[in-house]
């Protein structure tokens, strides 16, 4: 989604802001603009699309820059008005000496525009963002200093931001705020960064300061001044980032996506690292600040997350049900913060999330503290906002993710609930010793599974190739893999734009087989050894039956398979109950080669943002 950085210093401003943006650009955007001040005037750059076409537009009009000193910038995803050149931000009030940039939606901007008018202020876009730029315009025009001009503002908005304001008059000064919407202070020497998000700076610094919602923050070159809204000075503490920069480099892959996908088995190596030792000793997972008596007791769980995440969620119901014997509810935030629901002081509430700022996901563990829940967070981002809400936190430690489509955050929170749900099993008492002992001497295997299955992607490529013509896909299994059917349907339409369902097999039956005849590939998720097996196998069977291609996506040696399927994709023997973690990456790397057969932009799909910090 829409990505900020702000730079004031002795460095190149133009580079430091662009190579921010550049950082930035994986979270998704239509449109990217800068304003920099240069030898006493703001000076104002905007294209639309790719930034290579502000690059270019910046190179065109060198001639007009000087030596800026300071400066902000934006990538912008359009929600109020088209991605277009006017809706670019930054954006600027009447007379073009206040320039901002801003993330968020601020839903009361109708209204403030309607009273603008009313003064005279002209609006020349249809984004709520010039609302802001007016509006503190207006409110410096009376109090003749920026930072109070902000304030004031930002008393009148109601929704989210996260905003950067400069001012012709107020030299080498940017003003910053927040409200529901992540940004952060970037601390060097001689020089300062403000930017929403951490990659944007991380070339430079390691040393962070958050703001906290309603928070203002003055940066200049030498210092930093973050005040509440009232006014009052707030004692920050200096974090230092977890990142290296050298996790934003593709390191020789042709695309993030497929770097990401092969960081997996160091992925799962580090997510069992310090947790689970050996198959003697219990799962330690200090991170769950639950006492032990409350979980034994605990009857009730509701997970809730977005996307990728969802399905891991899903997952994790089933394991956590299977292995603990507790009854866990799943669903969509978007959907639990529109209903009245039954959380109450003893439901353990467990938000998942790659980036740890999805809106709907914020909201829903908002609502869940409001009633008292304890919060599990799962998070790749223990810097973000979400994991600030958290009574528990447990990082899954996945590294940064570039590409749009999640991966290795996938497997990495699958791990994590894999360890969760042991844990909660071993506290209660609940599974066979043997059976643990089994199950961990597995995970510890799985690295090495994935590691089989990445060494040689030929058949995967194969049926990419085979298949990428085709419009629509169904991707059936039942139990603990449908979530792997949603999420390898999602990865699918998600890069390649083809229109794909996860559906329980079962379920095939009773609508979507009226779709089938040879236009319709079917791939069937098959593990053996568990409950599941023979049942795909009779659907997929129905499927056959009524001409629809077949994939199949197996850890069975059963040569048959060969003569129903069109193409069998194998994998390492594994348990049903862990073959999740081994059946998403053939479904990654399938998306990932028919997207690129198709000659789509794997890394920054159409429309999709990596973090929606959006309703
Ligand atoms: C966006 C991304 C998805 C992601 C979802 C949830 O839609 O494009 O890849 O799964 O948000 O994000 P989260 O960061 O909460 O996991």
Known sequence: MCGIVGYVGNRDVVEVLFKGLTNLEYRGYDSAGMALRDEGEIKIFKTLGKLINLKNELEN??????????????????????????NAHPHTCNCGRLVVVHNGIIENYKELREELIKKGCKFKSQTDTETIAHL???????????????????KKLQGAYAICVMHKDVPDVIVGARKHAPMLVGIGENENFIASDTPAIIEYTKKTIYLDDNEIAVVTKDSVKITDIDGNLVNKKVEVLPWEPVALSKLGYKHFMLKEI?????????????????????????????DKDILKK???????????????????????????????EVEASSEYIYRKTTTDASTLVIGVSQSGETADTITAIKQAREKKSH?????????????????SLIPVNAGIEVSVAATKSYTAQLMSFYLLALHLAEIKGSLDKEYIKNLKHELIQLPTKIEEILSNTSVIQECARKFSSYKNFIYISRGVNLASAYEGALKLKEI??????????????????????????????LIPGGITYEKVLSNSEEAKARNAKLIALTSSNDKSLDNLFDIVIRIPSVSEILSP???????????????????????????????????
Not at 306 to 326: M, N, P, Q, R, W
Not at 377 to 391: C, E, F, G, K, V
Not at 585 to 604: M, S
């Open 61 to 86: 009009r060198k001639s007009e820059l000087i030596h800026p000193v300071c400066g902000i910038g934006h990538i912008r995803w359009a929600t109020h008005g088209s991605p277009s050149l006017v």
């Open 496 to 525: 390649s734009y083809i229109n794909a369902t996860g559906y329980p097999a079962g379920e095939l039956k009773h609508g979507p087989i009226a779709m089938l005849d040879e236009t319709m590939p079917v791939l069937s998720i």
């Open 581 to 615: 973690v081994l059946t998403c990456v053939p479904l990654q790397l399938l998306a990932y080669y028919i997207a690129e057969f198709l000659g789509k932009d794997v890394d920054q799909p159409r429309n999709l943002a990596k973090s929606v910090t959006v309703e």
């Open 136 to 154: 503190v315009a207006d409110e410096y025009a009376k109090a003749k200093n920026l930072e109070i001009a902000v304030r004031n503002s930002v």
């Open 298 to 328: 605990l009857n009730k769980i509701e997970i809730i997350a977005c996307g990728t995440s969802l399905h891991a969620a899903i997952v994790g119901k089933y394991l956590i049900e299977d292995f603990a014997g507790i009854s866990v």
């Open 375 to 391: 919060v599990l967070i799962i998070t790749n981002r223990p810097d973000s906002n979400m994991a600030r809400l958290a009574d």
């Open 262 to 290: 092969h960081e997996q088995p160091d992925v799962i190596r580090n997510v069992l690292n310090g947790k689970l030792f050996d198959i003697d000793s219990p799962i330690i997972l200090n991170e769950v600040k639950i």
